[in-house]
């Protein structure tokens, strides 16, 4: 494969993909955080005990994660995780890449976080905690990225390999007039990146975010569908997520041909048929 942080959507998550877990209470809450909290809290009423029982073997502290929109503060989280998701330099998104997206299109751009003691977030082999930035409210607590899902936006309606590219004067430009990387006018949502920390896959926190992220698409009316290139035996991940097998994709990221297939799931969808 060439650069999967383009748009392949990996998606490193699929044992135990029913097992989900749970937002914490928040204060100040608007109405996109509600839905999340929503979403989530209707999942963790659904979780299986051995699947909380996993995530919380596996981490120091309670599973209470926080979803929230990327920002470009986010950025050495982002490339630190997927370069720990993703063994091969192929298949990861680059640091500039990740730049240029975090600042043209975060909006469409989510974490999962946790919040962590900064003594206990040592104990854990976690590569986000170098790069973690602490909480507002306290400054010996760090929030830990462990997945996130990055995108943008493109005109039609599948991924193309101009969709996956970027502008590479997007520091000194004002406005993209090219068909590289982010549309600003287009309704298709191209995911790129779904990527979770190999410390807590099979934790069912891909699913989590996604569930989330559909939702956030959906309330904001920002795009009409959701498409993305994956490989083959990932398919089944998103049609359990509602979206549709359109084959296999002729971008030629990830070698192109049969090795690589589009899949594409409309908006709204409601979220209690997944």
Not at 108 to 127: H, N, R, W, Y
Not at 205 to 232: E, P
Request: proline share 4%; with cysteine.
């Amino acid at each position: 494969m060439t650069d999967p942080n383009n748009n392949i959507l990996r998606h490193l998550d699929l044992e135990n993909e029913d097992n989900e877990g749970a937002i914490d209470d928040s204060e100040d809450l608007d109405d996109e955080q509600a839905q999340h909290q929503q979403i989530i809290s209707d999942t963790r009423r659904r979780q299986s005990r051995a699947g909380d029982s996993r995530i919380q073997l596996l981490l120091p502290v309670p599973f209470s994660p926080n979803i929230r929109p990327l920002t470009i503060s986010d950025l050495e989280s982002c490339v630190a995780l997927e370069n720990a998701s993703f063994s091969h330099h192929e298949h990861r998104c680059t640091r500039e890449k990740f730049e240029y997206r975090l600042k043209n299109s975060a909006e469409i751009c989510m974490g999962l976080f946790v919040t962590m003691p900064s003594g206990k977030a040592q104990e854990v082999d976690i590569d986000t905690v170098r790069t973690a930035w602490p909480v507002e409210t306290g400054r010996d607590r760090l929030s830990v990225l462990l997945a996130h899902v990055v995108a943008t936006k493109c005109e039609g309606h599948v991924i193309t390999d101009d969709a996956m590219d970027y502008p590479r004067d997007f520091r000194t430009i004002k406005a993209n007039s090219t068909n590289l990387g982010h549309q600003e006018s287009g309704r298709t949502v191209a995911l790129h990146s779904l990527a979770v920390h190999p410390k807590v896959q099979g934790c069912g926190l891909a699913k989590l975010l996604m569930k989330s992220y559909m939702q956030q698409v959906h309330s904001s009316g920002t795009a009409d569908q959701i498409s993305l290139i994956c490989q083959h035996y990932l398919v089944d991940f998103y049609l359990k997520l509602g979206f549709t097998n359109l084959g296999p994709s002729t971008a030629q990221f990830g070698g192109g041909g049969g090795s690589i297939w589009q899949v594409t799931r409309n908006q709204p969808h409601p979220l209690s048929m997944l």
